[in-house]
């Protein structure tokens, strides 16, 4: 095969055209894929701490989604927590109003002897009210254990036994609470109904019809006896209790109150309790429920080992026992229930409902603290992703404004050399003149 001479302009014309399409497509490459080092032949060093920059902002990006599952975890005890505060809040008003109808619940003794401590008869005679004349009337006969009746010159008696042994007295327990007082023979009733008034467990008083009725001040069992006071021990006497209230036997009078509107709150109070477990079991996200006991780890960073940054969030089993809200029951209460009848159990209650408040914004306020952590991370991690990428875009994007006006003038030189080289050939063209 014969071998083709060229002349030196058109070897250096072609030499020009190649060098400028390798060069315009090199542009095109550029323009096409929008960055300038597409491999390590471009250039190692940015291709690779590009590949680094971007691996981690991939990885970065990963972790992304369980923190944001790890937020929704949060919120989600965290909305628990205030539905189950709600839930407390009506509890309290539960108790409050059951404190409220107090007045209802308290044990009432009411005498029932005939025609009163005083009869209509001896108002009469004593020119006096019904009411007047028994407050009037001594409580002790001296000269027996049988009632004196009033006239017009006596004031009269209601025949309770001159004390033998220590001294007459009357005793009122309400709950554990006890209180005695003495009386002797010129104690009127209106004498021992102040002594009652006074003892602040009980209130006293005598009614139009002539009977004496005892009320007690709390809502706690109401009993009423009396008898003999002897070196501050108390007994009691036959006969006295019928005396002063009709009983037929010689034992002390109790008496305990009952409110219907408690009773009915009996109910409404479980079933609100009943609501704070159910609620507690559904504040759970994904699987994991901080208000169950369930533990929460949310991991920030992509290192293992020692450098590995996490935060742990160990919940709390969230129940009403677990937070101290006894159940409420209508009569006798056992361990932590409440007596809905008794005012002492309200109270207690009502300061366990209180104490439980204190603890439900303590546990919300840690809950918020990690819940800002973690927000914080997320955000942190967020822009950690955009700096890794931007700067990982600095090292490998190409400038397409730049690759434009390159590629543009390569075309133009494209042209050009392209007519150099016809200016080439034409030249050498010029000896066929000659034949």
């Known amino acids: 095969m ?35 080092v597409n491999s390590a032949v471009d250039n190692p060093v940015n291709f690779f701490t590009a590949s680094g920059l971007n691996d981690r902002a991939g990885q970065l990006t990963d972790l992304l989604d369980g923190i944001s599952n790890g937020v929704q975890t949060i919120q989600a005890a965290s909305k628990g927590l205030d539905s189950i505060t709600s839930l407390v809040k009506s509890l309290q008003s539960t108790v409050k109003q059951a404190q409220n109808d107090a007045a209802s619940n308290r044990p009432k003794v009411t005498s029932n002897v005939a025609g009163g401590l005083a009869t209509t008869a001896e108002a009469t005679l004593r020119n006096s009210s019904q009411r ?224 439980v408040l204190t603890s439900l914004r303590a546990t919300s306020s840690s809950l918020g603290s990690q819940l800002s952590v973690v927000e914080t991370r997320q955000n942190f991690t967020k822009d950690m992703v955009n700096t890794l990428t931007a700067g990982a875009d600095n090292l490998t994007l190409a400038d397409t404004n730049e690759e434009g006006a390159k590629l543009l003038a390569l075309q133009t030189r494209q042209q050009l050399s392209q007519t150099a080289l016809s200016l080439s050939n034409q030249a050498d063209q010029a000896v066929l003149r000659l034949f």
């Open 132 to 355: 007047e004349a028994a407050l009037n009337k001594l409580v002790i006969d001296d000269n027996g254990v049988t009632a004196n009746t009033a006239t017009a010159g006596y004031q009269g008696n209601l025949g309770v036994a001159t004390a033998g042994a220590g001294t007459n007295a009357v005793q009122i327990q309400a709950g554990n609470t006890t209180y005695s007082f003495s009386f002797d023979g010129t104690t009127t009733l209106r004498d021992l109904v102040n002594n009652i008034n006074s003892s602040g467990i009980a209130t006293a008083s005598v009614g139009n019809d002539g009977q004496l009725t005892v009320t007690g001040s709390g809502s706690d069992a109401l009993t009423i006896e009396a008898g003999t006071l002897n070196a501050g021990v108390f007994a009691a006497v036959a006969g006295d209790n019928t005396a002063l209230f009709g009983t037929a036997d010689n034992t002390a009078v109790v008496a305990s109150g009952n409110s219907a509107v408690r009773t009915t709150l009996v109910k409404q109070f479980n079933d609100l309790r009943d609501q704070i477990d159910g609620l507690a079991k559904d504040a759970g996200f994904n699987g994991i429920n901080l208000l169950g006991g369930d533990k929460l780890s949310i991991t920030f960073n992509e290192k293992t080992g020692a450098n590995k940054n996490k935060l742990d969030v160990q919940g709390e089993t969230v129940t009403a026992t677990n937070l101290g809200i006894g159940s409420a029951v209508d009569g006798t209460a056992t361990g932590n229930d409440y007596n809905i009848q008794n005012d002492t159990d309200l109270a207690k209650a009502a300061d366990a409902l209180t104490n």
């Open 2 to 36: 014969a071998t083709v001479s060229l002349s030196s302009g058109v070897r250096s014309a072609l030499s020009s055209l190649g060098s400028t399409k390798t060069e315009a497509q090199q542009a095109q490459f550029r323009l096409a894929t929008g960055k300038k």
